[in-house]
């Protein structure tokens, strides 16, 4: 999913639109933070940014390196590694920051992880993790957050809805959403980074989920989420 086959795959799946704050543009070296809610969400987020011109390197976990042919086709793509729980997730940090500062944007999901629900609904961003704050403070890069919404919809569950889902969303095409927001400096202001960063991203998400029409109960989680 991290391969340039999303821009195949997703409008096979589910019908993908995509908006922007207004003014928008791309800007080389950009940290793009995106909220995490499903497997099926890397491959959307790359289609919509595709779309717009950005063609970011992925920080992910390091799982899929691990396949031989795949592995290598990532590596030579650019994206990056996370080795969650050792020393090596530093050299990613390491080596986003290089990303950067050579003016190729990345794509970073500050969560860290997949949510653990099994239902199919939209929920706020949950609370972000060091990395995002530590890479803008480095690079001044500007961060742009990234709201999507319907990849649940897509891939959600245990492992046999998993496989359902997946398996019938080229029948279903369900509604799928991007919009990404204008950017944030957030250089010089490590302490407030991450709250800021994480209100952003969940401004982008919840205009996402507006747009699918699953506005109900969205301005409660966006409360819980900026507690």
């Known amino acids: 999913m991290l391969s340039r086959i999303a821009d195949v795959l997703v409008p096979s799946v589910g019908r993908l639109s995509v908006t ?5 543009t791309i800007t080389p070296g950009s940290l793009f933070v995106a909220n995490r809610t499903s497997l099926a969400d ?7 940014l595709h779309r717009l011109g950005a063609h ?5 976990a390091a799982g899929p390196w691990r396949i031989p042919v795949l592995g290598r086709v990532l590596a030579h793509e650019g994206h990056i590694p996370v080795v969650r729980g050792d020393r090596q997730a530093a050299a990613a940090l390491d080596l986003a920051a290089q990303t950067l500062e050579q003016g190729r944007s990345v794509l970073i999901y500050a969560e860290g992880g997949l949510p653990r629900r099994r239902d199919a609904a939209e929920a706020a961003p ?8 530590r890479l803008a403070d480095r690079t001044g890069a500007p961060l742009v957050p990234v709201g999507q919404a319907g990849a649940r919809r897509i891939s959600s569950g245990g492992a046999v809805k ?3 889902g997946l ?8 509604g799928l959403h991007v919009h990404v927001g204008a950017p944030v400096d957030l250089a010089g202001h490590l302490e407030g980074c991450l709250p800021r960063a994480r209100t952003a991203a ?8 507006g747009r699918l029409g699953e506005a109900a109960g969205l301005a409660a989680q966006d409360t819980g989420a900026k507690s």
């Open 56 to 60: 970011p390197a992925v920080m992910a």
């Open 42 to 48: 890397p491959a959307i987020v790359l289609a919509a």
């Open 162 to 164: 998993q496989f359902a």
């Open 167 to 174: 398996a019938t969303a080229p029948l279903r095409r369900p």
């Open 126 to 133: 949950g609370s972000f993790r060091s990395g995002v704050a």
């Open 202 to 209: 969940t401004a982008a998400w919840r205009t996402a989920a």
């Open 20 to 24: 922007t704050d207004p003014g928008f």
